[in-house]
């Protein structure tokens, strides 16, 4: 069963728009981790944000934010303002404590910033 | 600080024929990571080392595909003999580890593997 669900696949949206990207993640651990990582054209996977189970507190990050909510199992991103720059692969993944550093990776939503 | 290094950047073999790849992760780290990452999809676990271990292996190919990461620091993924299959991006990554659990994962840019 897939641990980390992105189900949307590509989104387009205008530049200056606000987009979320939706991350839905099942575990049976207690203390888990999630991240978000952006893959631009270049190929680098670029370490975004780490949580831990523990902490449910929403944050920002300048343009980005990150909604966490467990009676959901979801972590959502959100950009605000698009930029073109900001076109690329986004992947949500999990880490269990259980498992140690093992990752799950969703698979990925392709986001377009049209100018 | 460099961050993880990955060579070739792309490659392009006839199949049959081996290839191997070569990481060096970030200093200090001692988790290393190599993934497979196919068109569209998500990177997908080949192998975790915890320092010289190999501790997650599991969806490692091993009729063709092997690793090595000796004195626990660069590592080389090998593919003999490739298969058309195998083009894909080869990605590896490294994370603290030991005593730093579930910590973020670092990625070098890949290496694009293309079996004609």
Known sequence: AQKVTQAQTEISVVEKEDVTLDCVYETRDTTYYLFWYKQPPSGELVFLIRRNSFDEQNEISGRYSWNFQKSTSSFNFTITASQVVDSAVYFCALSESNTGNQFYFGTGTSLTVIP | ?116
């Open chain 2, 1 to 116: 600080e460099a961050g993880v290094v990955q060579s070739p950047r792309y490659k392009i073999i006839e199949k049959k024929q081996p290839v191997a790849f070569w990481c060096n992760p970030i200093s200090g780290h001692n988790t290393l990571y190599w993934y497979l990452q196919n068109l569209g999809q998500g990177p997908e676990l080949l192998i975790r080392y915890e320092n010289e271990e190999a501790v997650d292996d599991s969806q490692l190919p091993k009729d063709r595909f092997s690793a090595e990461r000796l004195k626990g620091v660069d590592s080389t993924l090998k593919i003999q003999p490739a298969e058309l299959g195998d083009s894909a991006v080869y990605l590896c990554a490294s994370s603290l580890g030991q005593g730093h659990m579930n910590t973020e994962a670092f990625f070098g840019q890949g290496t694009r593997l293309t079996v004609v």
